[in-house]
């Protein structure tokens, strides 16, 4: 699927090339999502386009199976079928677990919201609404009145108190393809990190979350 | 003490298994309901109370404010408002003592159903729709629905995607694994092949042709189980 990039002549743009396609790609969306404690933006164009990447490998292995090709050669692409198969999966499956996770939070939060794709917000939204029913009739509609909203403590609360939420202050293990200089972290105080390519850091995801959403590192 | 029950709860889900559940504990969790009610019952009347002193205080300003008083009236009604004070102050705290159990109590209760509802989402990525009976048996009536809930709102995704996602659990290293039969299933075509699933036999299967068995398990028996036993 990235045989074309095989022919160019320098290895660093044969490297680049290598990293751009969608394969690499989705890689690192699904590591970045799988490492990040928050839901990330969802990449509707990656994942539309490795769906159809799928379908053309599969008629491709179903072609290659008719023509009697070596059982060699098709086993190996029916095992790069089922890696990127296995990627999409995990994706899809890390953010749905995520959005179970902390479904009033994402419910509430715009932002978050925003970041779904269309059918994860309704599979969202039914979501929020079964775990109210079943916390309202496990518990809240046995409870007196004033304390029986699944958001608030109780009516006295300010606002809504009781919404599990990600913690995202938590450190994340990060790598940059490119140097990208001195970072201040913002709790402040302390020494800018250089952040050099293809190093290695611990940082809370908090404080480097704008790179993260920019493409600029990539979580491991 | 009071919460003390609901406390209980919650410890005795932080200490089982993680990712697995215990009975559902009926008695306790209708115990601390019911401290919830015996709490509400003391907070109502003191919160008359706390109305009542606080008007009675207003009233008492106000007759100061607007006629002109004596020396020693104004001693005894600065004696009288300082008897209102202490009773009200014991109110309030008493209210807030109520007040703050109640609390506790819900956010208990809440916690205990919140992260036995986790585990209870994260069976449904591990068996096909139907539980088995020896996990079933230890939901409450509200949980079963809920997983039934949640289940159909993971399958709708799933049909709008098309793409079934509760497959391919573990990263593929072979394209082929290695399978033992448990059951007779007979002759089956399989994507690649024509294979006789006898029991017993143990044979190397395409994954995606396997993993349909793995997963039926919920049903019936599973009728396959990886050779390492690496499934539920």
């Known amino acids: ?220 | 003490m009071y919460a003390r029950k609901a406390s209980e709860l919650v410890k005795e889900f932080a200490s089982s298994e993680p990712g697995q559940l215990s009975t559902f504990n009926n008695d306790l969790f209708a115990q601390v309901l019911e401290e919830c009610e015996g709490h509400l019952l003391h907070l109502q009347p003191l919160m008359r109370k706390i109305q009542e002193h606080e008007n009675k205080l207003k009233d008492k300003r106000r007759s100061e404010d607007e006629v002109e008083i004596s020396e020693d009236e104004r001693r005894k009604s600065e004696a009288e408002k300082v008897i209102l004070q202490t009773a009200l102050k014991s109110d309030q705290f008493g209210a807030l003592v109520h007040h703050l159990s109640l609390v506790r109590n819900k956010r208990c209760l809440m916690a205990y159903i919140y992260n036995r509802a986790e585990v209870i989402r994260s069976l449904g990525w591990m068996v096909d729709s139907v539980l088995p009976a020896e996990i079933e048996e230890k939901l409450s009536s509200t949980e079963k629905e809920y997983f039934k809930n949640h289940v159909a709102t993971l399958q709708s995704y799933m049909s709008e995607l098309d793409l079934h996602l509760t497959v391919d659990m573990v990263p593929p290293k072979d394209p082929y694994i290695k399978v033992r039969v448990l059951d007779d299933i007979g002759e089956v075509a399989l994507s690649d092949q024509v294979a006789n699933l006898a029991r017993h036999a143990i044979m190397f299967l395409r994954r995606t042709d396997a993993e349909q068995y793995i997963t039926q398990g919920g049903q019936k028996q599973r009728m396959l189980r990886f050779q390492y036993s690496l499934d539920i």
Not at chain 1, 48 to 57: D, G, N, P
């Open chain 1, 1 to 220: 699927m990235d045989s074309g990039a095989g022919e160019s002549s320098a290895a660093d743009e044969y490297e680049s090339l290598m990293s751009t396609t969608d394969a690499e790609l989705l890689k690192s969306a699904w590591r970045n999502e799988k490492a990040a404690p928050e839901i990330l933006k969802f990449d509707a164009d990656l994942v539309q386009r490795s769906r159809q990447q799928i379908q053309l490998m599969e008629e491709m292995v179903d072609e290659f199976n008719k023509n009697g090709v070596d059982p060699l050669t098709v086993s190996l692409y029916q095992m790069d079928l089922d890696r990127t198969m296995f990627l999409l999966r995990s994706y899809l499956r890390t953010r749905l677990q995520k959005i179970e996770k902390y479904v009033f939070h994402v419910e509430k939060t715009v932002e978050l919201w925003n970041r779904l794709s269309k059918q994860e917000q309704k599979f969202a939204r039914r979501c929020a609404g079964d775990l109210k029913h079943h916390l309202e009739q496990s518990a809240l509609s046995k409870l007196p009145d004033q304390y029986q909203s699944h958001l608030r403590q109780s009516a006295a609360s300010e606002d809504d108190d009781m919404i599990p939420e990600p913690q995202l202050d938590i450190y994340v293990v990060c790598r940059s393809k490119r140097y990208l200089g001195a970072f201040q972290l913002d709790d402040g105080g302390e020494e800018p990190v250089n952040i050099e390519a293809d190093d290695l850091y611990a940082l809370p995801y908090k404080s480097i979350k704008p790179l993260v959403e920019s493409g600029q590192i990539d979580l491991v």
